[in-house]
């Protein structure tokens, strides 16, 4: 599975990601390398991971990444332009907070992508 993500294959990096984010598949829980799986998911264009992605920026990991609305937008958007239902929910709320409130509470496991590996 990890080298199918690796190279390219879509399902597998959202596996991979689903792995690292709960400590599942023989991969242990790391927050970082779920952030990083899942932003390269979204990066090629999975809908799901797109969403996810948005989730994380509209949470935050103290000490860590802070809430960053705009990127949150931006990939709720993304996911919503590609038929994610939920995504409509979640950019409805994250366009009602205050720009210093997280979105529907801390609800995202780990902090927002360190870094965007968008296409």
């Known amino acids: 599975m990890f080298n199918r ?7 597998a990096q959202i596996r991979v990601a689903e792995c690292y984010e709960h400590g599942t598949g023989g991969a242990t829980r790391s927050e970082i ?9 979204a990066g090629n264009g999975d ?3 797109q969403f996810r992605v948005g ?5 935050e990991l103290p000490g860590l990444v802070k ?6 937008r931006e ?3 993304s996911a919503i332009k590609l038929g994610h239902d939920d995504a409509h929910g979640a950019l409805e709320e994250l ?3 205050p720009d210093n409130q997280e979105v ?9 992508p360190f870094c965007r590996l968008r296409a």
């Open 5 to 11: 993500a690796l190279n390219g294959s879509l399902p």
């Open 33 to 41: 390398l779920a952030v990083l799986s899942y932003s390269i998911a």
């Open 47 to 49: 809908a799901g991971a």
């Open 55 to 59: 989730e994380m920026y509209a949470s």
């Open 67 to 72: 809430i960053d609305k705009a990127q949150a």
């Open 75 to 77: 990939w709720f958007e």
């Open 95 to 97: 366009i009602k907070q």
């Open 104 to 112: 529907g509470g801390n609800h995202c496991p780990f902090n927002p």
